[in-house]
């Protein structure tokens, strides 16, 4: 009942003159997206999703009302969260309670059929925006290709007794340069044992990277299996040489260094992350070159399961990652190492999420110490720190 007095109260309040034309026995009769869009959405949303003017409108909009003909808006969301919104309504995905439900009055195939017309809305065809389905859950050392506008603030703690302490913090911005690219900043905050004893803290060496993808592809939807995929970024990177080489705040030379990464999204909202690569100073004074492998596996699930066996709470996406490391030095070895982890959101808009692991040295212990890392991961581009809880 709620949830059709929504349908009938957003026409009025976004244009008096479309509340007579578009009343709930009409709107019920209506069949394809198309004709749900123009009596429901368009008066708010605008005709292709381009927005509709303040003025005619009747309200003032949100910062987070969406123009979905804007790519840069709308390709890179979630279908699940499309649908959601649609169903529930902003406040189920902590937007404004303008958006009202649709879930009692509309089948989920008229869902299905308004979130592909929303998607159509984006006609940047000079460009390829990949799609959200191909994000997946970002690990804590393995990097993602998928390009994206987020804050990340990593920390790892050495958590083995008996050896000595030491706290590791990156701050990293990540910056999209239109569809396809990634502009990177990351600047470790350090605080590492001193030969002498105690602690030393400071700014290491820090790193820029652009990052490209060359390949995407998403398949078709599986019914209750999710959707299949993969993509495939480039990286270049320079780490310069910013740190105190002498109280152990970086190696006190710049660093060259190139990787690939490749996602592969799986059935049953799993996924396999690999990122393969290799670091060239540019002396080889104090440090040799080296090369490395990370690797992601895992997969996620969500809090009240209610809709067609998907749920739209809260996220959770438990993983391992295996890494491997060698120097490309006379007698060196492959130094391996395992980390389970978890990552879970923490705002019902789902662009603040939380990730905590245990690194576990796998050989060469002895210089290698356990550590605990976590991270918390800011999605800019999806709102505000303090918005969406």
Same mark, same amino acid.
Request: contains cysteine; negative net charge; aromatic residues 10%.
């Given at each position: 009942?709620?949830?059709?007095?929504?349908?009938?109260?957003?026409?009025?309040?976004?244009?008096?003159?479309?509340?007579?034309?578009?009343?709930?026995?009409?709107?019920? *009769? $209506?069949?394809?997206?198309?004709?749900?869009?123009?009596?429901?959405?368009? &008066?708010?949303?605008?005709?292709?999703?381009?927005?509709?003017?303040?003025?005619?409108?009747?309200?003032?909009?949100?910062?987070?009302?969406?123009?979905?003909?804007?790519?840069?808006?709308?390709?890179?969301?979630?279908?699940?969260?499309?649908?959601?919104?649609?169903?529930?309504?902003?406040?189920?995905?902590?937007?404004?309670?303008?958006?009202? &439900?649709?879930?009692?009055?509309?089948?989920?195939?008229?869902?299905?059929?308004?979130?592909?017309?929303?998607?159509?809305?984006?006609?940047?065809?000079?460009?390829?925006?990949?799609?959200?389905?191909?994000?997946?859950?970002?690990?804590?050392?393995?990097?993602?290709?998928?390009?994206?506008?987020?804050?990340?603030?990593?920390?790892?703690?050495?958590?083995?007794?008996?050896?000595?302490?030491?706290?590791?913090?990156?701050?990293?911005?990540?910056?999209?340069?239109?569809?396809?690219?990634?502009?990177?900043?990351?600047?470790?905050?350090?605080?590492?044992?001193?030969?002498?004893?105690?602690?030393?803290? *400071?700014?290491?060496?820090?790193?820029?990277?652009?990052?490209?993808?060359?390949?995407?592809?998403?398949?078709?939807?599986?019914?209750?299996?999710?959707?299949?995929?993969?993509? $495939?970024?480039?990286?270049?990177?320079?780490?310069?040489?910013?740190?105190?080489?002498?109280?152990?705040? *970086?190696?006190?030379?710049? +660093?060259?260094?190139?990787?690939?990464?490749?996602?592969?999204?799986?059935?049953?909202?799993?996924?396999?992350?690999?990122?393969?690569?290799?670091?060239?100073?540019?002396?080889?004074?104090?440090?040799?070159?080296?090369?490395?492998?990370?690797?992601?596996? *895992?997969?996620?699930?969500?809090?009240?399961?209610?809709?067609?066996?998907?749920?739209?709470?809260?996220?959770?996406?438990?993983?391992?990652?295996?890494?491997?490391?060698?120097?490309?030095?006379?007698?060196?070895?492959?130094?391996?190492?395992?980390?389970?982890?978890? +990552?879970?959101?923490?705002?019902?808009?789902?662009?603040?999420?939380?990730?905590?692991?245990?690194?576990?040295?796998?050989?060469?212990?002895?210089?290698?110490?356990?550590?605990?890392?976590?991270?918390?991961?800011?999605?800019?581009?999806?709102?505000?720190?303090?918005?969406?809880?």
């Amino acid at each position: 009942m709620c949830a059709a007095l929504a349908l009938l109260l957003a026409p009025v309040l976004c244009a008096p003159w479309l509340a007579r034309a578009a009343n709930l026995p009409d709107l019920l *009769g $209506l069949h394809s997206a198309r004709q749900i869009w123009l009596g429901a959405c368009a &008066a708010c949303h605008g005709a292709n999703g381009e927005g509709t003017p303040t003025y005619v409108a009747g309200f003032q909009q949100p910062d987070s009302f969406p123009q979905f003909n804007q790519c840069d808006q709308s390709a890179d969301e979630y279908t699940r969260d499309y649908t959601e919104i649609i169903r529930d309504g902003g406040p189920a995905r902590g937007f404004s309670q303008i958006m009202p &439900a649709f879930g009692s009055v509309l089948t989920s195939a008229q869902i299905n059929g308004l979130v592909a017309l929303i998607r159509s809305f984006c006609t940047d065809h000079d460009t390829s925006w990949p799609p959200g389905e191909l994000n997946p859950p970002r690990a804590l050392i393995t990097d993602k290709a998928f390009p994206e506008n987020e804050w990340i603030l990593t920390t790892d703690i050495n958590a083995q007794r008996g050896r000595p302490a030491g706290i590791a913090n990156e701050i990293e911005s990540e910056n999209t340069v239109g569809s396809t690219n990634e502009v990177d900043l990351s600047m470790p905050v350090d605080w590492v044992a001193q030969p002498g004893g105690g602690l030393y803290g *400071g700014i290491g060496d820090v790193t820029t990277g652009f990052s490209h993808v060359f390949y995407q592809h998403l398949g078709n939807d599986l019914p209750l299996y999710g959707n299949t995929g993969s993509i $495939l970024a480039l990286q270049g990177q320079v780490t310069w040489a910013t740190g105190n080489a002498a109280r152990r705040l *970086g190696t006190g030379e710049t +660093q060259l260094g190139a990787y690939a990464m490749y996602d592969v999204i799986l059935p049953h909202q799993l996924f396999l992350q690999l990122q393969p690569g290799g670091e060239l100073p540019l002396h080889t004074y104090n440090l040799p070159r080296s090369v490395f492998l990370n690797t992601a596996f *895992g997969g996620t699930f969500y809090q009240a399961p209610r809709y067609e066996g998907m749920g739209f709470g809260r996220q959770w996406s438990p993983m391992v990652e295996v890494t491997a490391n060698r120097n490309l030095a006379p007698g060196a070895v492959t130094d391996w190492d395992v980390m389970p982890e978890f +990552q879970v959101s923490l705002n019902r808009r789902q662009n603040i999420r939380a990730d905590l692991g245990y690194l576990i040295p796998v050989n060469d212990t002895a210089d290698r110490p356990r550590q605990v890392w976590f991270y918390i991961e800011w999605d800019w581009g999806d709102g505000g720190l303090f918005e969406g809880w």
